[in-house]
């Protein structure tokens, strides 16, 4: 009745790990496991030390957040995932919420809304992506834009056995190509209406410091991908 939820958290040198971790292991949802992927730190890793016994961790060489992510798909033994980025954070019933949202609609894949914070945890921003009514809205957005934050997820672990994991080709919109291939793929991702998670703006952030970069990639994923969405819509 209460599915395992594994919460994928990948490290790399971030100053508010111990935030995002300390997170996951509040959720009132109570039969998950944290597993922590540290991809190469240099700096912070002592943050992790007070909760080694608490979590699965592993470190690897770093490779990008990708590689970090299909580590932890690899070791989580879980039958949903959660993707959680070491300077954000989860709201403690995020889990219990979204696992009874999937359960009650019978769905494989959902995603929700999320708050802005800034380094202090001070909302910016609050409910910061559309609040979608239907499964077709979610569809034609993704003809302009990215309508998911990776962090607000939560999936079937089954889906990676049958589309494949996230690309590295992608350092920095992974995600971005990993939606699109699911929703080809006929996977579909329900918005549910709630905003639980923490979504983190400072200084140091990847969508600050390689933004170009990531529209570079953004660009190759659309030109490939919204075609093919395009035929699909077409077909529902």
Known sequence: MNPKVSIIIPFYNCPYVDQAI?????????????????????????KIGPFRDKIIYT???????????????????????AWLSSDDYFVPEKISKQVEFMTEKKIDASFTNFDYIDKDNHVLIPWCTKRFTNLEDVYKAFLTYNAINGCTILMKKKIFDKIGVFSPDFRYTHDYEMWFRMLVNGYEIHYFDECLTKFRSHENSGTRKYQSKMQEEMKIIEHHYRPLLKEYIKSL
């Open 59 to 81: 470190r690897k060489e770093n490779g990008g957040t990708a590689t970090a992510l299909n580590t932890g798909l690899f070791v989580a033994t879980g039958e949903y995932i």
């Open 22 to 46: 300390e997170s996951a292991l509040n959720q009132t949802y109570e039969n998950i496991e944290v597993v922590v992927i540290d991809d190469g730190s240099t700096s912070y890793t002592e």
